[in-house]
């Protein structure tokens, strides 16, 4: 359907989504919030024109995008409320010693040399050396995601000092602040400048309970009435995977009806009883740390795998066993309990049974090198007629019928015979 209104329809062999979850940005649920007569802003939903400079502005959550929002807005603004519902965890910039290094000891975004990119133009192997660099350092922290591992408890201690020392100014906000439960629980975002902006004479830190909103303010559970001239919610997405559109598969069964019983999917990249129907960022394929840039590509190629079988194997249908999903579901329920993301702590990365449903069992390079190659083994496939050899094709290739020279005489390459030709005595 489109904006219009206009109903279109399309036919398809195969029906692959690339929606992920973090699609649909809804309005916290908070008692009276649409009767504020200032201006009411979503973090995804922001209207460029309205100018927040000189204002009282409250900030609701301290999520990913609150820690971006706040301290944007805060040089701007004459005063900030900021709201925050519960502890979470502020890190460094990721790859911060490079940061650091290239950004005068400070962290926060930074400016190439001109020079060096001059460089890198022309040396495109000193170019790809600085990225592998960087990607080790993106790469290497897995091992923090484990209960008990050295590097879990030391990464505690040290997120736990950075915070307080940037804290340190309103250390009454470090005490509610600062999380009982271990890094990574819930999603961990970089903050640079966040901590710094909540420490500042124009921020206000609120951690009781928003109560309801009114015509003029917010008013928390203790009976304060904070006013505001615009209200920011960064309150975020839902996170059900059960998309904005129906998906129906064998017998009328609707995905997102299958999704509310248990999220089950096969390596996050198909379901039962949906045919012929791949996604990218289901169920169980998003990441805690890691490349998530590297997930997507690697189901782009396993997706065009599926594809492949199915343009050149006969293949109609195709959807995995139903026990190859059972099995990777119970494998993942598995894999968390030895992992931080089992703790408790409010995170979007679960269910609201307490599963973690978002999140690839396993690092980014796990998950790539896992979906290298089709497991077809594990899928059940039709074929499009009766001759399971319909594969083999009518006697002709491609080459022949489109006069391709070159796949004419593939078979030929540069092989050379280096030996001396064998001499024969005659007599």
Sequence with gaps: ILATGHITEDVADVFVTGIGVLNRWEWPDIKGLHQLEGKLLHSANWDPDYDLTGRRVAVIGAGSSGIQIVPALQPLVKSMDHYIKGRTWIAASFANEVVRERNEGEDGNFDYDPKEIEVWKRDPRSYLAYRKALEVSMQ??????????????????????????????????????????????????????????????????????????????????????HAVDAIVTTTGFNTSFRGGFPIYGRGGLRLQERSAMRAETYLGVAVDRFPNFLHALGPNSGLGNGNLVLVIESVADYIGQVL??????????????????????????????????????????????????????????????????????????????????????????VAERTGDVDGLNWYLNGTNFLHEPLKVDAD
């Design 140 to 225: 290497g922290g897995f091992a923090i995601t484990h209960r008990g591992s050295k590097e879990h408890e030391a990464a505690w201690a040290a997120f736990t000092k950075d915070m307080r020392r940037r804290l340190h100014k309103k250390s009454e906000v470090a005490d509610r602040l600062v999380p009982d439960f271990p890094p990574l629980c819930k999603r961990l975002t970089p903050g640079p400048g966040y901590l710094e902006a909540l420490v500042a004479d124009n921020v206000n830190v609120i951690l009781d309970r928003i109560s309801h909103v009114d015509a003029t303010g917010i008013t928390t559970v203790d009976g304060t009435h």
């Design 308 to 397: 492949e079988k199915l343009s050149k194997g006969n293949v109609k249908t195709i959807e995995p066993k139903r026990e190859c999903v059972e099995n990777f579901t119970n494998y993942c329920d598995a894999f968390f309990q030895r992992t931080v993301f089992s703790a408790e702590c409010g995170s979007w990365y679960k269910s609201a049974n307490g599963r973690v449903t978002a999140l690839w069992p396993g690092s980014s390079i796990h998950a790539a090198r896992a979906l290298q190659k089709v497991r077809f083994e594990d899928y059940v496939m039709t074929t499009a007629d009766v001759n399971d050899f319909g594969w083999i094709g009518n006697g002709w290739s």
